[in-house]
Nanobody, 119 residues
């Protein structure tokens, strides 16, 4: 079993910044992709950003130029630096990781961390 624990959410004013972190633990051989998703109240969960083990990144159009995803492979940790935050960024942010255990694949989600941006 692979567990993901997020941290770093909170309340911030529009234009401010937050940095989210997510640590994966458990029996892990390799994490291929780590990413961040979010779900606003009343909406479906949507992709924010992903990053492969090789560092290839992908961003939702709505966050390009404002958010930066990065990872530390040695620490099984992914980060999301969020700058120029807008009220529409308010959501629960979830960490995701997909990869290989010793004899199987895994796809795990964190419990979520609330980000609230006030206008």
């Amino acid at each position: 079993q692979v567990q993901l624990v997020e941290s770093g959410g909170g309340l911030v004013q529009a234009g401010g910044s937050l940095r989210l972190s997510c640590v994966a633990s458990g029996t892990i051989f390799k994490i291929n992709v780590m990413g961040w998703y979010r779900r606003a109240r009343g909406e479906q969960r949507e992709l924010v950003a992903t990053i492969t083990s090789g560092g290839t990144t992908n961003y939702a159009d709505s966050v390009k130029g404002r958010f930066t995803i990065s990872r530390d492979n040695a620490k099984n940790t992914v980060y999301l630096q969020m700058n120029s935050l807008k009220p529409e960024d308010t959501a629960v942010y979830y960490c995701n990781a997909e990869g290989l255990r010793l004899s199987s694949t895994f796809a795990s989600w964190g419990q979520g961390t609330q980000v609230t941006v006030s206008s």
